[in-house]
């Protein structure tokens, strides 16, 4: 299992990233390969920059990250970055965004749950105009 972590001495100093410098320790005390990624693209540009020191591995291995949530656009591009090098992350992007928006696992989980629905500024804005 090949590990992406998010986790430096850098970033401050808060209840995430204690939690992620632990993670990534189980991680390693597990016999996971661990790497190292910045937390974003500002210094490096891109996915493949922020992925350059991993080497490619020959058969595909599986990948998990360990971080902070990215940003859909963000995690779709460490995904795609991984998979050139011979790392599938668990998730797929569309897993990722299933995930993390409401409008997107709500019907996953109707019916065992209170009714819900969804407002977007488009139907905030139809509503106020009624």
């Known amino acids: 299992m090949i590990v992406l972590s998010e986790s430096t001495e850098q970033i401050e100093q808060s209840a995430s990233a204690s939690e992620n410098k632990l993670m990534t320790e189980a991680a390693q005390l597990l016999g996971c390969k661990v790497y190292y990624i910045p937390r974003d693209f500002e210094r490096c540009g891109t996915a493949e920059n922020a992925l350059w020191h991993i080497p490619?591995?020959?058969?595909?291995?599986?990948?998990?990250?360990?971080?902070?949530?990215?940003?859909?656009?963000?995690?779709?591009?460490?995904?795609?970055?991984?998979?050139?090098?011979?790392?599938?992350?668990?998730?797929?992007?569309?897993?990722?965004?299933?995930?993390?928006?409401?409008?997107?696992?709500?019907?996953?989980?109707?019916?065992?749950?209170?009714?819900?629905?969804?407002?977007?500024?488009?139907?905030?804005?139809?509503?106020?105009?009624?």
């Open 56 to 130: 490619n591995y020959p058969k595909a291995t599986a990948g998990i990250w360990i971080g902070y949530i990215p940003e859909f656009e963000r995690y779709k591009a460490i995904y795609h970055a991984a998979l050139t090098k011979g790392i599938k992350l668990l998730n797929t992007p569309l897993e990722h965004q299933r995930a993390l928006e409401f409008d997107l696992f709500y019907p996953h989980l109707k019916g065992l749950t209170p009714d819900s629905l969804v407002i977007t500024l488009t139907s905030v804005t139809s509503m106020a105009f009624r």
